[in-house]
T-cell receptor
Framework: EAGVAQSPRYKIIEKRQSVAFWCNPISGHATLYWYQQILGQGPKLLIQFQNNGVVDDSQLPKDRFSAERLKGVDSTLKIQPAKLEDSAVYLC?????????????FGPGTRLTVL | GNSVTQMEGPVTLSEEAFLTINCTYTATGYPSLFWYVQYPGEGLQLLLKATKADDKGSNKGFEATYRKETTSFHLEKGSVQVSDSAVYFCALSDQTGANNLFFGTGTRLTVIP
């Protein structure tokens, strides 16, 4: 069974530029999550989708971050414009149904460096 | 609110030593508890989980018991190997909310031969 796919794996941009990340979850998983992991910290949830609807985006900085999950499958996360403090690893995860007991499966992440 | 407090690292042990990584939590409901592991150059993987009080999760020789009375979920292994070198994250999922994961800061373990 294929895991969660993410691209690109690495991205370096200048501040004020835009960047987009892509995620393809495990086939059949209804719930998709985007996390931000700053160096030395645990991952922090940015947004959670159930199929193509948003369940929780309370921690998403909506003035610069946006995300969508068209057709309830793959998803893109965009940052526009980027700031220095956005340097982090962006993790995508998926789970079967989104219950609290469900296992979340993580992709390899995209490491973003903002200069 | 929901939060996880994890033992500060890094931790360095000799092969075959006993490992304990402490984890305590605060939650508004009745959370599920998880340990995730991140090996060098790889993504986060689930190591083990427990979904109710007194449950014991186990995998690859690692164990953790869900202790509601002490709000703890300490990770243990009786005899570590060099291949266990990784960063370990404790996490909780609050089942009363959107069920997303709240992570600790991670503990880096290095096992030396």
């Amino acid at each position: 069974e294929a895991g969660v796919a993410q691209s690109p794996r690495y991205k370096i941009i200048e501040k004020r530029q835009s960047v987009a990340f892509w995620c393809n979850p495990i086939s059949g998983h209804a719930t998709l999550y985007w996390y931000q992991q700053i160096l030395g910290q645990g991952p922090k949830l940015l947004i959670q989708f159930q199929n193509n609807g948003v369940v929780d985006d309370s921690q998403l900085p909506k003035d610069r971050f946006s995300a969508e999950r068209l057709k309830g499958v793959d998803s893109t996360l965009k940052i526009q414009p980027a700031k220095l403090e956005d340097s982090a690893v962006y993790l995508c995860a998926s789970s079967l149904a989104g219950f609290g007991t469900d296992t979340q499966y993580f992709g390899p992440g995209t490491r973003l460096t903002v200069l | 609110g929901n939060s996880v407090t994890q033992m500060e690292g890094p931790v360095t042990l000799s092969e075959e030593a006993f490992l304990t990584i402490n984890c305590t939590y605060t939650a508004t409901g009745y959370p599920s508890l998880f340990w995730y592991v991140q090996y060098p150059g790889e993504g986060l993987q689930l190591l083990l989980k427990a979904t109710k009080a007194d449950d014991k999760g186990s995998n690859k020789g690692f164990e953790a018991t869900y202790r509601k009375e002490t709000t703890s979920f300490h990770l243990e292994k009786g005899s570590v190997q060099v291949s266990d070198s990784a960063v370990y994250f404790c996490a909780l999922s609050d089942q009363t909310g959107a069920n997303n994961l709240f992570f600790g800061t991670g503990t880096r373990l290095t096992v030396i031969p």
